[in-house]
């Protein structure tokens, strides 16, 4: 089910860091990542609009939330092809399609920014948070776009700005109060925020050989289950705090005094059975001409 393949070295530190702890991290949180964002996963889909017997393309698509959602839109005559740079998330993607008994869906572990696609080979790609870890979005785009038929569809889903979404915004600010600020990114530099500018994302698109580019700003929530301390320390062991925390050298002791920063700044987001977090997106739509 799963085509096995070397990535080269476009993106090799985003290869390096979601196939060494981060990738298991964000395999073994699977379940608790796909319930907070089941409504935005919902908002793609409709977005997507996928139909029946069409080919799909689910780039980063981690542990398989989105490529198993596609395969019974797409049917049992369409297929879904999940492609990502990390084996752990593939390998948790894998288990859950054999359990699904799923037929038409298959994984390949490459970079889609250099990966040889079939040209033509797709009615539609998706992605939920996948497509902002490229080194250069416009050759990624670019030689994605060769995998699409002409008239074939793109939609994918990207954080808007990190004062517009606490559930990143809090805890890097908990982590950088206790440690420090660590050294600055670039703008537009790879990461989630990385398409945030709709300006810059609609050029690049546009450049990449697709038209009707258009870029949705829409709110949801987030919610995750469980106590305070529960939410903060699920917040505090992946996303920006631990990105904080591992180049600022934190030691156990920071950790834990950041994760109680963290519940303290979640109870303006308590609700019964855990928490609800508003959260800002960008849905990302075109079209290869």
């Not at 069409?54 to 005559?77: F, K, N, S």
């Not at 002409?150 to 889903?157: L, N, S």
């Not at 954080?159 to 537009?188: C, H, K, T, V, Y």
Request: proline share 6%.
């Amino acid at each position: 089910m799963t085509d096995a393949q070397n990535p080269d070295t476009a993106n090799a530190d985003q290869v390096e860091y979601w196939n060494t702890g981060p990738g298991a991290k964000w395999a073994a949180h699977q379940e608790t990542l796909d319930a907070m964002m089941a409504s935005i996963l919902e908002r793609l889909l409709t977005h997507a609009a996928p139909k029946m017997g069409e080919c799909v393309l689910d780039i980063g698509c981690g542990a398989g939330a989105t490529t198993l959602a596609l395969a019974p839109r797409v049917g049992t005559g369409g297929q879904v092809l999940g492609i990502d740079i990390a084996r752990p998330l593939l390998d948790k993607a894998e288990a859950r399609t054999a359990e699904a008994g799923l037929g038409n869906v298959r994984y390949l572990v490459a970079d889609a920014q250099s990966h040889n696609f079939e040209a033509g080979a797709f009615d539609l790609m998706t992605s939920r948070f996948g497509v902002m870890f490229f080194a250069d979005p416009l050759v990624a785009f670019s030689n994605i776009a060769t995998a699409l038929r002409p008239g074939g569809r793109m939609a994918f889903v990207s954080w808007a700005s990190l004062q517009a979404n606490p559930w990143f915004q809090m805890p890097r600010a908990a982590a950088i109060a206790r440690l420090g600020p660590p050294e600055a990114a670039p703008a537009n530099a790879p990461g989630p925020m990385a398409f945030q500018d709709t300006a810059y994302v609609s050029d690049f698109l546009s450049k990449a050989g697709l038209s009707d580019v258009s870029a949705q700003v829409e709110e949801l929530r987030l919610s995750v289950s469980g106590s305070l301390d529960e939410v903060a320390d699920f917040a505090s062991s992946l996303g920006p705090a631990t990105r904080v925390i591992n180049e600022m050298g934190g030691t156990p002791e920071d950790v834990a005094a950041i994760t109680r920063d963290i519940a303290k700044g979640l109870e303006d987001y308590k609700v019964d059975g855990g928490v609800s977090v508003p959260a800002t997106l960008i849905f990302y739509s075109a079209v290869r001409r």
